[in-house]
T-cell receptor, first 112, second 115 residues
Framework: TQLLEQSPQFLSIQEGENLTVYCNSSSVFSSLQWYRQEPGEGPVLLVTVVTGGEVKKLKRLTFQFGDARKDSSLHITAAQPGDTGLYLCAGAGSGGYNKLIFGAGTRLAVHP | DAGVIQSPRHEVTEMGQEVTLRCKPISGHDYLFWYRQTMMRGLELLIYFNNNVPIDDSGMPEDRFSAKMPNASFSTLKIQPSEPRDSAVYFC?????????????FGPGTRLLVL
């Protein structure tokens, strides 16, 4: 069974601080996605990483896929209150269409 | 595009009652997913369809749960009879065929409370 473990589960920081969220597995994924979910809404895709070692940047957010495609990290620089939400990683298997396996999420609160 | 549409947004019912959740996927998307989200278990895939055909229902908790997709623009998830432990937020998501097939677009969810 493929599992994705996210850490930390909860993170409470002040505006302007940097943070890193981790997503780890013992399984290899063909791709990995990061979603952000705000209260009362569904998850919204932030990025998809496909190649081992790949780094993608989205403004103040930097996403990295591990070389072995088993893990990923999300780094936020100078966090803002608007970054508050639940961050979910999701992995896709290889070959054909495969369902996504979601991690439990990291709940981030950024205080002004 | 209106995105994935779910109804109702909130549902409060009593144990033993039938509950029907509805979903309209994004037009042109070939895949439709039903998820359940709770604090304890996170986001769990219940079932998914491809071109209106159920592909994997291994996540459906038990026989009280059933899902249908009679056409490309409509799906239902039914719980009968409902139990308090079914209380959760239920999400529907859709996904297009092709190179970006793994990108899923989620609806706003239905928050279900079974008393």
């Amino acid at each position: 069974t493929q599992l994705l473990e996210q850490s930390p589960q909860f993170l409470s920081i002040q505006e302007g601080e940097n943070l890193t969220v981790y997503c780890n597995s013992s399984s290899v994924f063909s791709s990995l996605q990061w979603y952000r979910q705000e209260p009362g809404e569904g998850p919204v895709l932030l990025v998809t990483v496909v190649t081992g070692g790949e780094v993608k940047k989205l403004k103040r957010l930097t996403f990295q896929f591990g070389d072995a495609r088993k893990d990923s990290s999300l780094h936020i620089t100078a966090a803002q209150p608007g970054d508050t939400g639940l961050y979910l990683c999701a992995g896709a298997g290889s070959g054909g269409y495969n369902k996504l396996i979601f991690g439990a999420g990291t709940r981030l609160a950024v205080h002004p | 595009d209106a995105g994935v549409i779910q109804s109702p947004r909130h549902e409060v019912t009593e144990m033993g009652q039938e509950v029907t959740l509805r979903c309209k996927p994004i037009s042109g998307h070939d895949y439709l997913f039903w998820y359940r989200q709770t604090m304890m278990r996170g986001l769990e895939l219940l079932i998914y369809f491809n071109n209106n055909v159920p592909i994997d229902d291994s996540g459906m908790p038990e026989d009280r749960f059933s899902a249908k997709m009679p056409n490309a623009s409509f799906s239902t998830l039914k719980i009968q009879p409902s139990e308090p432990r079914d209380s959760a937020v239920y999400f529907c998501a859709s996904s297009p065929q092709g190179a970006r097939r793994e990108t899923q677009y989620f609806g706003p969810g239905t928050r279900l409370l079974v008393l």
